[in-house]
């Protein structure tokens, strides 16, 4: 089993700070633009405090971690960040927060007045209006945001992110910079090459069964391959994603949508959005795949988008049925 290294005191702290001042193009509600870059409230490598992301990550440069706050008054986001891949994160500023967002063809098919209005067309219009601030975040850590995507394949939401915090305390590493004002210092996901060193029953203790924990080394293998992504359009990227064994087209859609910054990666084969999207936009209870890339389809180009703000308003199908029980993998 490989174990990470302990990191120089030098290369966990970096150093000092340096910040950038961004002034926004248009609105930018932080929180829920950024919310899927934190998994679970006690996410030890994010966390969003009102309008302001602490985010720990590995950069092309090297390990850093980033202070982003939102200015309401002048519309402007300021980061701060510490560690080698400092000026890196910076540079990428505008990705993070959704400056390069599609919004001019998102008004067009959401606030225009098609003369046919496809079913849901008016639900979609007034989320449109109720959330002006949204954008789709593109962070450029393709390798990164597929371990926390395959640990939620398949289980449940509470069973993937305490996953997520168990296989962090576990490989992770400190992240460059300070100690957060809750006395907590950030962790950095594993690097590739601990991930894929990992015997799949040595990931058991973290409540990862041995699918996911093979496809977590394998995506530890391909970690290379898959920060190619970024460079690639998105049927590519998409072909890219999938060539690794076991990351299949929901995981892809669910990198894609927070790494690749693809408002219309839709993740087909999940339990919830068929039927989150069938009850919104046509009152049905119950939904599939087919169903809701059909009712989807008028939105090409912001499908994902469309997702995210059902999500946003907090939409659920109604329920039936008992519930799916929390497993522990831990002693196989």
């Known amino acids: 089993m490989v174990r990470p290294p302990a990191p120089a005191l030098s290369d966990r702290l970096g150093s000092g700070p340096q910040r950038r001042t961004l002034r926004l193009s248009r609105p930018l509600d932080l929180r829920l633009s950024l919310r899927p870059l934190r998994h679970g409230p006690r996410d030890p490598s994010t966390q969003l405090d009102g309008d302001r992301l602490w985010r720990a990550t590995r950069t092309p440069a090297g390990p850093a971690t980033e202070l982003v706050s939102l200015d309401r008054r002048d519309g402007s986001v300021t980061a701060t960040a510490w560690g080698p891949g400092a000026e890196w994160l910076l540079d990428a500023l505008p990705d993070l927060v959704g400056e390069g967002d599609d919004l001019p ?3 067009a098919l959401a606030g225009g007045t098609p003369t046919r209005r496809p079913p849901g067309w008016e639900v979609v219009a007034e989320l449109a209006r109720r959330h002006p601030g949204l954008r789709i975040p593109r962070t450029r850590a393709v390798y990164e945001a597929s371990i926390p995507s395959i640990l939620e394949q398949k289980v449940t939401g509470i069973e993937a992110t305490r996953s997520y915090r168990e296989l962090l305390g576990g490989l992770g590493e400190p992240a460059p910079g300070p100690v957060r004002p809750d006395g907590r210092r950030l962790l950095l996901p594993p690097p590739p090459r601990v991930l894929a060193g990992q015997p799949s029953w040595a990931l058991h203790r973290y ?17 290379r391959r898959l920060e190619e992504a970024t460079a690639m359009a998105p049927p590519d990227a998409a072909r890219r994603l999938q060539a690794v064994p076991g990351l299949g ?3 892809a859609a669910e990198v894609a949508l927070v790494a690749l910054g693809d408002a219309d990666a839709v993740g087909v084969g999940d339990f919830h959005f068929p039927h989150q999207v069938a009850w919104k936009l046509a009152g049905l209870p119950r939904g599939d795949d087919t169903l809701m890339l059909e009712l989807l389809e008028p939105w090409r180009g912001h499908r994902g988008r469309v997702i995210r703000l059902l999500m946003a308003e907090g939409v659920t199908a ?12 831990r002693g196989y």
């Open 318 to 329: 109604p329920k039936f049925g008992p519930k799916q029980p929390l497993r522990s993998f």
């Open 249 to 251: 087209p929901w995981t």
């Open 105 to 107: 063809g998102w008004t």
């Open 207 to 223: 409540g990862i069964s041995r699918r996911r924990a093979e496809t977590l080394r394998r995506a530890g293998s391909a970690a």
